[in-house]
């Protein structure tokens, strides 16, 4: 067993956590803000707005994956602009893989941070805003603090789904070396060469990291509720 795990390549692995960890800081930053709207608004349009952001869970990730990499080829707007001003390529790199995450991630990170805002006792943000905070301050000091079980389990959620993304991160990254070729790419060209020794270990991997991050999402809301009913 020593020797085989010797023979082990962990790049893969460290690619997954990279991409995981940028594409949760990232969607952090862009979802609170959504799911903070759609969490108060009364719109009409909100409905399309949660089935636009849930689209990545039904959505085959072939599917999504294609009109990705459609929209950041050198071919497309998108990705003339970001080549002649930044010289930054958007796929068959890491840069695309991020971006790609972003999208397939999305609803992970929204629809937790939306829960929890909704759970909130709508007076204390009246009260908030009756004192003269504005709907930053009410967010950060108020919201967020209250919120902390969704928060967690967005973040974990959103890391733990991009650790075992394929679909998407193949169609837009492909399998590059040291560059775009994540564990589950890894253990799917593994199987194709049916070196099933190498793709049991790396599988057994993903499955115990999976495990433990669902894990510590059950023991720290499982906390905070044996917390809030002591009060």
Known sequence: MIEILKTIEFTPFLLSFKLAGLTTIILFVISMPLAWYLSQTKSKAKPVLEAITALPIVLPPSVLGF??????????????????????????????????????????????????????????????????????????????????????????????????EFGVVLMVGGSIPDETKVASVAIYEMVEIMDYTSAHIYSAIMVIISFLVLLSVYIFNHKQSIKLGKF
């Open 67 to 164: 009109y990705i990499l459609v929209a950041l080829s050198h071919n497309s707007p998108i990705g003339v602009f970001f080549e002649d001003m930044f010289d930054i390529k958007l796929v068959f790199n890491f840069t695309g893989l991020v971006v790609a995450s972003c999208f397939y991630s999305l609803p992970f990170m929204v629809q937790p941070l939306q829960g929890g805002f909704e759970s909130i006792n709508k007076n204390m943000l009246e009260a908030s805003y009756i004192s003269g905070k504005s709907k930053i301050v009410t967010i950060f000091k108020v919201a967020l603090p209250n919120i902390k079980p969704a928060v967690m389990t967005a973040i974990i959620i959103t890391f733990a789904h991009t650790v075992g």
